[in-house]
Antibody
Framework: QVQLHESGPGVVKPSETLSLSCSVSGYSISSGYYWGWIRQPPGKGLEWIGSLSDSDTTYYNPSLKSRVTISADTFKNQLFLKLTSVTAADTAVYYC??????????????WGQGTLVSVSS | QSALTQPASVSGSPGQSITISCTGTSSDIIAYNYVSWYQQHPGKAPKLLIYGFTNRPSGVSDRFSGSKSGNTASLTISGLQTEDEADYFCSSYTNIITIFGGGTKLTVL
């Protein structure tokens, strides 16, 4: 059973960098599939942030591309998200996800429980 | 950037069927791309219901079905149950980028 668990600070100051980690159990991220991050501002819809492929290639939402970095530590079986220069608009629940299909399909079958990050001074 | 449009809300009574639409603003966002549907209950992570327009992941009830016509994808829920009351999101996958619709709140009266 694949399980994902996000962790990170609940509050980040404006203009600083948001850093989250996602611990994966039940599957080795080095074995394949696309892994990624999706966020949801309180009371609003979902926004895809980006994905990391099995070949270590990253794909980002064009609207966030200049501020986002997604990476992984295959030894620790963790996925990471960094978002720089945050503003209040980055306040959201951040989800770690895994794609259903090995080569990527945009269908996310595994989700973490989500972690709320608030941007506030 | 292309967008996906969903109705803000739909409602139905237990036992009835409802359909939620998802329309692409550009000509090919639905027609040629991979559409998925998700269900989200309050305070919970979304759950994948449909992928590839019509396919259900293992464990998803067959009361949920997906279809496509032109530039519109649809999710139909038959035999409505009170536990179906939730938010529903469609998504389109094109050139590795995933776009979500704004979401539809389903109320079971």
């Amino acid at each position: 059973q694949v399980q994902l668990h996000e962790s990170g600070p609940g509050v980040v100051k404006p203009s600083e960098t948001l850093s989250l980690s996602c611990s994966v159990s039940g599957y080795s991220i080095s074995s394949g599939y696309y892994w990624g991050w999706i966020r949801q501002p309180p009371g609003k819809g979902l926004e895809w942030i980006g994905s990391l492929s099995d070949s270590d290639t990253t794909y980002y939402n064009p609207s966030l591309k200049s501020r986002v970095t997604i990476s992984a530590d295959t030894f620790k079986n963790q996925l990471f998200l960094k978002l720089t220069s945050v503003t209040a608009a980055d306040t959201a629940v951040y989800y770690c996800v895994r794609d259903l299909q090995f080569y990527g399909s945009g269908s996310y079958v595994y989700w973490g429980q989500g972690t709320l990050v608030s941007v506030s001074s | 950037q292309s967008a996906l449009t969903q109705p803000a809300s739909v409602s139905g009574s237990p036992g009835q069927s409802i359909t939620i639409s998802c329309t692409g603003t550009s000509s090919d966002i639905i027609a040629y791309n991979y559409v998925s549907w998700y269900q989200q209950h309050p305070g919970k992570a979304p759950k994948l219901l449909i992928y590839g327009f019509t396919n259900r992941p293992s464990g998803v009830s067959d009361r949920f079905s997906g279809s496509k016509s032109g530039n519109t994808a649809s999710l139909t829920i038959s035999g409505l149950q009170t536990e179906d009351e939730a938010d529903y999101f469609c998504s389109s996958y094109t050139n590795i980028i995933t776009i979500f619709g704004g979401g539809t709140k389903l109320t079971v009266l």
